[in-house]
Structure formats: C-alpha cells, structure tokens
Nanobody, 119 residues
Framework: VQLVESGGGLVQPGGSLKLSCAAS????????MSWYRQAPGKERELVAA????????NYGESVKGRFTISRDNAKNVAYLQMNSLKPEDTAVYYC?????????????WGQGTQVTVSS
C-alpha cells in the first residue's frame, strides 16, 4: 500500500507547479483524496479534497481560486495544480487517501514533497 507524491520543487512567486500522488496497493477509486501541507513550525493544514469520483471538491481559504485538485481513477493518480504561488505556500505537501466503511476508517498518507516559493 503506497502513496507517492511528486512534482514539488523551487518556483518563483507567481509561478505554477503540478503535484501528483500515485497510489498502489488499494482500490484507489473507493477513497476520497486530499492534499495537506505543513510549513516549518506550523500545524498540518488541509489544502484541498476531492470525492471518490471527482465530482465534488473543496479548498482551504488560502488557496481558493489558485489551486485545483483533480483525480484520474483509471491511472490511480490524484493531482494538485497550483497557480499564482506565493511564498506562504512554501511547505511540505502530503496526499491522503481515506475511506470510512461501516464506521471504520482507513487512512493512508504519502511521504510528502517539498514546495518552495522564493525569488
């Protein structure tokens, strides 16, 4: 069971990055997917979430209008398109897969990918 993030890196303010989260070892299409981030000295925060079929998404207030979450269930990949990046977007970005069935929750996390926004 594995989630592997990729696509992070160094980008200038105003730039864009697209993160990917590749899933394996479980039924990806049954899980809701989310992206979280954690900056140094801060708590992990929700960035964006998407339902199992990709029909419903929600975003943290600080990224609304700039970030877009999506998923491709045929490829077992979730994405986070990040535009108009700001220095305050600098953080380690994690993807999470989550399902609740009959009151039991199964949750998986990736190892994270660093995003640095700096000139």
């Amino acid at each position: 069971v594995q989630l592997v993030e990729s696509g992070g890196g160094l980008v200038q303010p105003g730039g864009s990055l697209k993160l990917s989260c590749a899933a394996s070892g479980f039924t990806f299409s049954s899980y809701a997917m989310s992206w979280y981030r954690q900056a140094p000295g801060k708590e992990r925060e929700l960035v964006a979430a998407i339902d199992r079929v990709g029909g419903l998404a929600n975003y943290g207030e600080s990224v609304k209008g700039r970030f877009t979450i999506s998923r491709d269930n045929a490829k077992n990949v979730a994405y986070l398109q990040m535009n108009s990046l700001k220095p305050e977007d600098t953080a380690v970005y994690y993807c999470r897969a989550r399902i609740t069935v009959f009151g039991r929750t199964d949750e998986r996390w990736g190892q994270g990918t660093q995003v640095t926004v700096s000139s």
